[in-house]
């Protein structure tokens, strides 16, 4: 899969230690390009074996680290993988917004195994964190962009329908009524837990040495999976919790720093540990 079925290849600054940020130029609204380089986040999920009828797909999250928001428009991803190939994609936030996590997919036919990574991005706060947040393989081609949709130009030949006055056949365009079915997908919105109002993140206690417990509120009626991370070191994990109860996970932490709870890629809460 070449870099053209993906987004376009953006400048990097090279940088000199892993999880450190450094100035790139500024952006067309005058803020800081930044440089940020993969610390290792999410390595648990970094190699996908593949057939080859198939492509490797992995999500990376760009969390803020703070309160300022992330510029989606300026943020860029490349990855290296071990056979030193490298692919490109532009951020994007689901549904839009201008708050939250940016994501990214990546795909690379067969799979691999990803090695390194730079994002470049403006805005956010001290504590960016870049971390791939789940892989799969998928099938070839499809890559969710959507660019196939393209294909719909072929609709054109709808016209052909004017041949027809054929009449009766045009009954065929009772099948829109699986238009209906779109109806589905605003049910499905509607279906989706409100994670911002019915989940909450609490430091319940400090165990032995510098082991912290905390718990996750789970208040909507939806069985969440959810992943966490602190601050920009490897350490993190994955939690699922059943609707309307709450469920607990451990921290090891030896200094201050800030841990944080995401769903579907996009920060729920977080906690400070001091």
Known sequence: MTDDNHSRRAYLGIIGATGTLAIAGCTASGQEQRTLEWGGQGSENATLECGVDEDGRWKWVLTPGGSS????DSAELTVTFEDGSTETASGFRPGGG???????????????TVADAEVTFSGGGDNVVLAISESECVADGDNGNGDNGDNGDNGDDGDNGD?????????NGDDGDNGDDGDDGDDDKKKKPDVE????????SKKDGDKYEFEIHND????????????DTEHGGK???????????????????TVYLYHDGEEVASVDIE
């Open 69 to 72: 928001s992330i510029d989606v």
């Open 220 to 231: 909507t009626d939806h069985d969440i999976k959810f992943s966490w991370g602190l601050d």
């Open 98 to 112: 201008e708050q939250g996590a940016v994501q990214f997919e990546v795909f690379k036919s067969g799979g691999g």
């Open 239 to 257: 939690v699922t919790v059943d609707g309307e109860s709450s469920d607990t996970f451990h921290v090891d932490a030896d200094e201050e720093g």
């Open 163 to 171: 041949d027809g006055d054929n009449g009766d056949d045009g009954d």
């Open 197 to 204: 109002d019915n989940v909450d993140l609490e430091l319940v």
